[in-house]
């Protein structure tokens, strides 16, 4: 199955800076394209619960002064200190896809035009798609 449209707009949102970050944590943002359910990774977590979050950011040195005022405003915008010294801004805890899809619109309205959904299954963070076929199983 093809990447949609709109999943292709989102993830080219995504500054090549930020992808070049999020690689250097060995975090490959939707690439996956062709997942089956015996490819999944994740089995041996799967008793533990999928959640949907929504990213507003990694810094090295700080949120930008132009988007400070902004975070302000997100409800729920939580904050991760990496090994690496990069903090991760995050919003929200869904558990489902189209919870995180709503409200990462909402934060895009508020002006994070940049805002993806990421997934986690515990502590471990893993690809939406990979995401999206567990909670399909379950």
């Known amino acids: 199955k093809q990447k949609g449209k709109k999943e292709i707009e989102e993830y080219n949102k995504v500054t090549s800076i930020e992808i070049e970050e999020l690689k250097n944590l060995n975090i490959y943002p939707n690439k996956n394209t062709n997942l089956q359910a015996n490819n999944v990774p994740v089995k ?3 008793d533990k619960k999928v959640s ?4 507003v950011g990694v810094f090295r040195q700080g949120v930008p002064p ?4 902004i ?4 409800e729920g915008l939580k904050s991760h200190k990496t090994a690496e010294g990069l903090t991760i801004y995050s919003a929200g805890e869904f558990n489902n896809y189209e919870e995180a899809a709503n409200y990462k619109q909402k934060i895009i309205e508020q002006g994070i035009e940049d805002a993806f959904i990421v997934a986690y299954v515990g502590e471990r ?10 909670t399909s199983k379950q």
């Open 125 to 134: 963070m893993l690809s939406v798609q990979e995401a999206k076929l567990l």
């Open 52 to 55: 949907f979050k929504v990213q």
């Open 44 to 46: 041996a977590e799967i």
């Open 66 to 69: 132009k988007l400070w005022d």
């Open 71 to 74: 975070f302000q405003t997100i």
